[in-house]
């Protein structure tokens, strides 16, 4: 069975760093690309970052400079690193994998990160 | 990056309706374009990708057609658990882009 579980949130002084972490279980971690995407309260999805099988990553602009996406395929587990964290950031977080490239079939249960002073 | 535009933002149906949600993309994707399903406190749901691929699982009301710029889901009876959120998304090109939801809420 397909497992995925965030972990890392939580409230966060604007200015201020999170890591996440998601570990994964039930498929070969290191042969998946493998995505961050956020959910502002009440609001719809944002793609915020993958990483390939070999550790190229993207970004999107939003997040660009502030926040590093990583993974360690011996622990099956996938990063993502925030920093400089904004109000804006506020969200749940989900990470994601895919079927085949970019379609998501199975999601975690997210992690919520709240910027706030 | 590819803006995508869901109509209409909300459909009031009953069940047993049909209900038929657009997606309009910024500029053509070809069919490199999902769809998914979100219920309150739960993950997304991918339903359709490729356009048209029901995903594993996914019951045969749900279809979904188009390519280049305009897509259509349609859920040809509507069930008390169709009532949710969904979602489209392109693949196509960087970056990934999802559309903004359409709530199909029960009239």
């Known amino acids: 069975e397909v497992q995925l579980l965030e972990s890392g949130g939580g409230l966060v002084q604007p200015g201020g760093s999170l890591r996440l972490s998601c570990v994964v279980s039930?498929?070969?971690?290191?042969?998946?690309?493998m995505t961050w995407v956020r959910q502002a309260p009440g609001k719809g999805l944002e793609w915020v970052s993958s990483?390939?099988?070999?550790?190229?990553?993207n970004y999107a602009d939003s997040v660009k400079g502030r926040f590093t996406i990583s993974r360690d395929n011996s622990k099956n587990t996938l990063y993502l690193q925030m920093n400089s964290l904004r109000a804006e950031d506020t969200a749940i977080f989900y990470c994601?994998?895919?079927?085949?490239?970019?379609?998501?079939?199975?999601w975690g249960q997210g992690t919520l990160v709240t910027v706030s002073s | 990056e590819i803006v995508l535009t869901q109509s209409p933002a909300t459909l009031s149906l009953s069940p047993g309706e049909r209900a038929t949600l657009s997606c309009r993309a910024s500029?053509?994707?070809?069919?490199?374009f999902a769809w998914y399903q979100q219920k309150p406190g739960q993950a997304p749901r991918l339903l359709i990708y490729?356009?048209?691929s029901r995903a594993t699982g996914i019951p045969a009301r749900f279809s979904g057609s188009g390519s280049g710029t305009d897509f259509t889901l349609t859920i040809s009876s509507l069930e008390a658990e169709d009532f949710a959120v969904y979602y489209c998304?392109?693949?196509?090109?960087?970056?990934?882009?999802f559309g903004g939801g359409t709530k199909v809420e029960i009239k």
């Open positions: 994601a994998k895919p079927m085949t490239p970019n379609y998501f079939d199975f």
């Open positions: 039930g498929f070969t971690f290191s042969s998946y690309a």
């Open positions: 990483i390939s099988s070999s550790g190229n990553a």
């Open positions: 500029q053509s994707v070809s069919t490199s």
């Open positions: 490729d356009a048209s």
């Open positions: 998304q392109q693949r196509n090109s960087w970056p990934i882009t």
